[in-house]
């Protein structure tokens, strides 16, 4: 028996959601992660592969300290222990750290850490992903400066800030996918797009399946939106869905696929939508990423060119 429970604690993950941030990683993740042949960690984005013993050290606007630092995993003990609740039979067994995309030699060390595991990306149009990650950040007030374009001039001056307030960095996927690609091969990296969670779920499902090598003629999971964008109608209720002892005790009591779906609807009741980009900074953004947009589409063979439009 205590050699059964050496091989488990052992298991390491072999297949891993990189990013994008704010590219619909969660509700893929939780997709993925209803499939009887699957196991997702949770937390979804332990991120230890990334930041090791140090953790999240990053900082928010305010100078203070992320609230990812709150559930970052800082040693392979407690990263490996993540997956021994993974059934035996169970083959794949995933987490969705998306910083993973965006840390520098992450694509050699995943596959140092993981050799035949696979890797998943799913990416959103530069612009709208920004934009995104601002409001998620002015949401959870780690972002203090009330205006995008001024935040984003803030970018590159702010000292080590938290990866949700690196607007444009975070949105330069060519140079990280290239390496992914290049330390993988493309056999084992599927690249996805954010549209791809909006148009036929039932083919991304099977595309997905067909890829990790599951079977794809399971029924797929309900498919929900989580990680909402809005500002708070209630300060007090956002804070209870955020605090991680919450998280932690009804972790212990149900899977995560329920409390993500409460948590959900909690999210959609609470957050009032905060209003569209503006058109004129979302062409000069257009314009700034443009090039690297274009030379995306040839890598992945997908046609980008409603990223390009106004």
Partial sequence: MAGVARMRTERRPNLFLVGAQKSGTTSLALMLGGHPQVFM?????PGYLAFGAEGYRFLD??????????????????????????????????????WYLAEPGMAER????????????????????????WCHARRDQEEPIADFREALAAEYVRCEPSHLLRYREMSRYLEPLKEYLRVFGRERVLILLYEDLRGDRDALWRHCCEFLKVDAGLARPLLQHHNRSGMPRSRFIHGLMQSRRIKDFLRRL??????SRAKGLAEAANLQRMPPMDPALRAELNAEFAAEIRVLAALTGRNLDHWLRP
């Fill in 41 to 45: 960690s949770n937390p979804k984005e």
């Fill in 61 to 98: 606007g305010r100078g203070r300290e992320c609230r990812a630092a709150s559930w970052v995993v800082h040693s392979e003990n407690d990263y490996l222990d993540l997956f021994r609740a993974a059934p035996p039979e169970v083959q794949v067994l995933g987490e969705a750290s998306t």
């Fill in 110 to 133: 995943l596959q140092s850490f993981s050799p035949d595991a696979r890797v998943v990306v799913i990416l959103r149009q530069p612009a709208e992903r920004a934009y995104s990650c």
């Fill in 254 to 259: 149900l899977p995560m696929s329920l409390t």
